[in-house]
Every structure is written in structure tokens, then in C-alpha cells.
């Protein structure tokens, strides 16, 4: 850390090495490492997988206590949210390697086998991007020194099953962790507002009056139930929950610029310099947005992961072209009930060369024929493709259907 | 046509709203020119509208909702004869009562059952039978009430694929134009025929649409949902 010796890392994150007293626990683990370090091997060669889960897997099977033992000597940071959790989690590590060594899961590996998987690797500072539901349990488990919390709205409802479930969750969470626990907060989401009321440290981030209006499922208090009424993206219930104070506030923007911000202010906080003071030099966010380019048969195409109501909705005011094509799975990760799409307004695709496809493509199709946009409804990616000659297109795609595209 | 969505912002979690939307642009097809008007938990319901809409819900928006609607705004409008399409949580709303919160709660009474927790959470495809209809209907279910049909209250159909109101067989409940169901989807846009139903009964003389595009969708479903 010599490069930025000019000011003290934040001293109350950075925790004392945890020597380990017990020595057969250390061999335990040191040999479950190398048993799951050579069965990720062994399963990358013979071509079965990525090798991503498996050796995180095979780790917690020989020895289930693997994530406490590896976090205890290092700096453990934590993202998780709806939205925007994997361009977070990589802009974080960006930022935090100008101080230290960084480990971090790769992304879709962010369950408990994931975060087992990347700590396997020594390190200073271990930035994990963890779903969802499995943070409470995460964060029981690696200590962290900070957590950072970014949206919750609609995702996977058959798995999630309520957003307020998942908020109370979080909010048990923020309340039993260790009080040197730090959670940096976007609170204009109520949800996010919520959990951190139990936080005994938190930082609260708010980005003004408008940002994006209402929270699209923001109608009830989630701390008491009463209706939550909101003026400009502000609202204040009578029972204290409100998003008119906050530590740090910065002006509206799009999700991924609120991302970057967010993950600005966490690394400020781990003792990363000019972090903060580099969110005014940036203006193109367009790398926090989950999208690559790819040429599909002579045809180059920008492919836009869109996974539930807010993603969408994000994603289609993105859309600038005139060819597009859409793509809806409805699988476990993608979500089995594809009913949502109805909460999203695919208006501004009305004039353009739409084609659907995807598992659930029909579903699609006739959602967007009610609200006036007609397109053509393929089985295929590749016939879809195929429509667009050797132009360019913008392609918007549910989960599965966008790693399907991306790894191929 | 007016047709009234009701508390979209408290009954809209699971996609619901698109009810409105399938109804009017069905009735746009048929030559009947129609007005969806969004009632906020804030506004009061319009006594005059032709379809009442009410959708599935977290518990406190459901009890919020169900307080909002407890004066007895839409006992008015059926008294008139609307129809009324209840899902999930608004089909709970409609009836004597439910559990949200882990507490009992009064509904209002519009049909004839009650709702008490399930053994499960029921989540799915699901299918049923609709004898009123004549065919099979497709939604997705997602709930964790368990609805009792009252002494001679009908149920809307009998379940094919899934569960619906609990262990019983039957889904959901119909009396005069009140219709109340567990199907998700929403139920109309994968059900074109039901809600040709519902247009039929609100315009007073059958409204058959013909929409190819519907139809290939509904089929969709109806065969992949086993």
C-alpha cells in the first residue's frame, strides 16, 4: 500500500489478522484447498464446466467452515442487489486493487459455493458479489469489513417469492452483524432503506429529488405497512422511514452511474484514494451497464442482459438503433413465471424492426403486440440473426439466454 | 367501457395490470372503444365503471387495499351488475376473509369464501377446467392462502395442473359477474376465450375477437402446461 501513503487506510475496516490456533483445522483446510483446487482442474480439462462452482463445492463438502477460516485474515467486502451486482462487484475491484491484492467470484458464482470457490486464493481484500438470499448467511460467515447494498425490486418471484421478504431478511441481517460491520446503502430504495435501520454502522447514499421517480414496487412502507407516498422520488412515512437524509447525496442518473457511484463511496471507505473525487470526472457509464459486443453471422450485435421489470425498463430507454431483437427464457435463474413482462412498457420499440425469440419468445411477442409494437416471433437466435443481413443490432436478452450468446 | 384498475401500485406484483391491457385492446379489435382508469389507493373507485380489475399483492398491500375498498365502493358497482376479475390476493380481498401478516382479516364479503394459510406456498404452472368456459385455462400460481369455498359457492374450475385454491381440486370462485382465481399469466392474456367472456357480460351481447397471435399463445400454453 505505498502508493497512497499519504493517508491512513479507514482505520475502523481494517481488522487484525486472526492467527489460527488450531493447527489440524489449517491442515484440514489446507487439504480440502488442494482436493478441490485439482478437481476444478480435472473438471475444466476434461471440458465439464467452467470450473467455477466445483472446486467451492467440493471445498464446503470436506470442510463446511472454509468460508470462516479463509475470511478471518483479510478484508472482506460484500455486493449484493437486484440490479447491477456483477458490474459493481468488478468496478469495486478495480478500484481496490490500486491497494492491495484482490480476490473475487466470478460472475453467476455469487451462492455460497462461489464465494467458498474465490477465497481459495490468498489475498488482501476479497471482493464477492453474493445473491440475494444467501447474504444474511455470507455475512454470518466471512465478517465483513463492508457491505454494500445496492437495489431490491421484482427478480424471480417464484424463487424470491416477495421483495419485502427478502427486505426483512436483510434487515435481520443488518441487526445481528458484528457492529464493525460496515453497510454502505443506496436508501432511495425503501427496501434497502429498511434493512439498514438495524445496521449499528451504515452510510446512507441518496441521489436527490427524481431519481428515477417512485421505486416501481415502493407503495408500502416496508418497515411499518403503511402506504408510502412519494414526491419526486422523495418519500418520508410517518414512521420515520424516509429518503430525505442521507450521509452522501449526489445528482440523479442512470443505474449503472449510480452503481459506479456507489461503488466509488465503498472504496473510499476501504481506503482507496481519489475514489470519490473521481465520480465527477467520469461521464460514460456505458461499462456498468451488463453488455458486450459480438459479431452473430456477419451481423454485429450489442447484447444487453435484461433479466426482470427494472432491468428492462433500464435497458429499452438504452436502446438507440432501429433493429432489435428480444430474447426471453424462463428458467430457474431467469425466473419460471414470465408475468412481469407486463410491468415494463415497450412502447419506444413502436416503428422499429422487432424480432422475439427465446424459450418464452411467444410470450413476449404478444405482450408487446397489446401495447401496439408488431413483431416477428422466431424459434431460433440464428433465424432471428439472420433477418438483420449484415447490419447491426441490438439485442436485449433474459439470463440465460444472454450467457448462452456470450459464451458461444 | 370503462374498465377500473384497482390499486395497481398495492395489487400489482405479479404482473396482474396486463389484464386491463389485454381487455381493452381486445375490445379495440371488436369495434368497442373502451377507457382504463388506474384508481390509486388514494383515489376514490368510480362507481360507474363496466370491469373491475383487482390484482395479487404483498400481505400489508393487501391489507391496505382491502381497508381502502372495506366502505364499500365496489359493493355499489356489482349491486349494478359489473363484472368483476379478481387474482391471487384481490380474489382473497373479495372474499369473508384472509390471513395476511399472520393475522385474520375481514374481506369484503363479495364471495363466498374464506382463506386461511396453506400447508405450502403454492407456486407453478398451473391449469384447470373451466365448465363455464368449456376449456382448459393456463395461468402461473403463486401463493401461500389456501381458499375454502363456502356452503353452495361455485368455484371457477377444476385444477388439471397445480393446486389453486389449496388441496381441494378446485381453483378460484365465481357468483354472477364476480370472478375470482389463483391463475396469474396474467389470466387474460393467456386465456383469450375467458376474456371474450368477460367482455361479453360487460357489453351485454357476445364479443368474439379474433386475434391469431392470441390464439397461437393461448395453444402455446395450453400445451406445454402438463
Known sequence: MDQRSDREPHTRLVRPTVAYSKGMENLRLAIAIAIAKSAGFLSKSLGRGSGETLPGRVLLTLCPNAIELLSASRVIILVSGTNGKTSTTKELVTQVRTVGTVVTSGSGSNLTRGVAGALMQDSVFAVLEVDELHLPSVVAATNPALVLLLNLSRDQLHRMHEVKRVASRWHEMCKSADPSTLFVADVDDPFVNYAITGAASAVRVSFGAASGGRHPDGAVCPSCGRYLDWIEGKYHCECGLSNEYADHTYESGSAGYRNFVLASIAADMVGVHNSISNIALRTDYRGMERATEKVFAGVKARLRLTKNPASWTEALAGVVGDNVILVLNAREVDGIDTSWIWDVSYANLAGKKVVVTGERGADLAYRIHVEGVESTLVDTFDEAIALFGLGSVEVLAAYTAFFGLVNR | ?226
Do not use: W
Open chain 2, 1 to 226: 367501457m370503462k374498465i377500473i384498475r384497482i390499486h395497481n401500485e398495492l395489487l400489482g406484483t405479479y404482473g396482474d395490470r396486463g389484464n386491463a391491457d389485454v381487455l381493452a385492446y381486445r375490445a379495440g379489435l371488436a369495434g368497442i372503444s373502451t377507457r382504463v382508469i388506474d384508481v390509486s389507493y388514494r383515489d376514490a373507485i368510480p362507481h360507474d365503471g363496466d370491469i373491475y380489475l383487482l390484482g395479487g399483492a404483498e400481505d400489508a398491500a393487501q391489507i391496505l387495499s382491502c381497508n381502502a375498498l372495506s366502505g364499500g365502493s365496489l359493493h355499489g358497482a356489482v349491486e349494478k351488475g359489473a363484472v368483476v376479475l379478481a387474482i391471487c390476493a384481490g380474489f382473497q380481498i373479495l372474499g369473508k376473509s384472509f390471513y395476511a401478516n399472520n393475522n385474520e382479516v375481514r374481506g369484503l364479503g363479495l364471495l363466498n369464501v374464506t382463506t386461511v394459510p396453506g400447508t405450502q406456498r403454492y407456486v407453478g404452472d398451473i391449469k384447470i377446467h373451466s365448465d363455464l368456459l368449456g376449456i382448459d385455462l393456463t395461468g402461473f400460481e403463486n401463493h401461500g392462502g389456501k381458499t375454502l369455498l363456502g356452503a353452495g359457492a361455485q368455484s371457477f374450475g377444476s385444477v388439471v395442473v397445480g393446486h389453486g385454491n389449496g388441496e381441494s381440486g378446485v381453483d378460484g370462485a365465481v357468483s354472477g359477474n364476480i370472478f375470482g382465481t389463483y391463475l396469474h399469466g396474467p389470466v387474460l392474456a393467456r386465456n383469450p376465450e375467458f376474456a371474450d367472456l368477460l367482455l361479453s357480460r360487460a357489453h351485454g351481447s357476445p364479443v368474439k375477437v379474433d386475434d391469431p397471435l392470441a390464439d397461437h399463445y393461448a395453444a402455446l400454453r395450453l400445451r406445454l402446461v402438463k
